[in-house]
């Protein structure tokens, strides 16, 4: 098993960056595909990016490629969503999500573990 713990989220103007962290506990963070995940108040949970076991691969949601980037360093155990050009709308919960075995998947369903969360504003 696995316990993501995200952090790096706060209140950001119009324009700016945040790079969000997820740490992870257990051994065998090398196996996971990783992804996260995002919910805005009164919208349901939708998908982000998500990046491979080796960190090789990567895929977004077309209207955050080149804003986000999404990579993870298997040695410290954590993944990261760098996010530039933040707008409003980027508002949101954000979660990161494991899910053992390759692919890239986009779907909630498809990963078995998820963080608390970690909340991200940005004001206009």
């Known amino acids: 098993q696995v316990q993501l713990v995200e952090s790096g989220g706060g209140l950001v103007q119009a324009g700016g960056s945040l790079r969000l962290s997820c740490s992870a506990s257990?051994?065998?963070?090398?196996?996971?595909?990783l992804g996260w995940f995002r919910q805005a108040p009164g919208k349901e949970r939708e998908f982000v990016a998500t990046i491979s076991v080796r960190g090789d691969s990567t895929y977004y949601v077309d209207s955050r490629k080149g804003r986000f980037t999404i990579s993870r360093d298997n040695a410290k155990n954590t993944v990261y969503l760098q996010m530039n050009s933040l707008k409003p709308e980027d508002t949101a919960v954000y979660y990161c999500a494991a899910r053992m075995g390759y692919g890239l998947k986009i779907r909630q369903n498809d990963y078995n573990y998820w963080g608390q969360g970690t909340q991200v504003t940005v004001s206009s």
């Open positions: 257990g051994r065998t963070f090398s196996i996971y595909s």
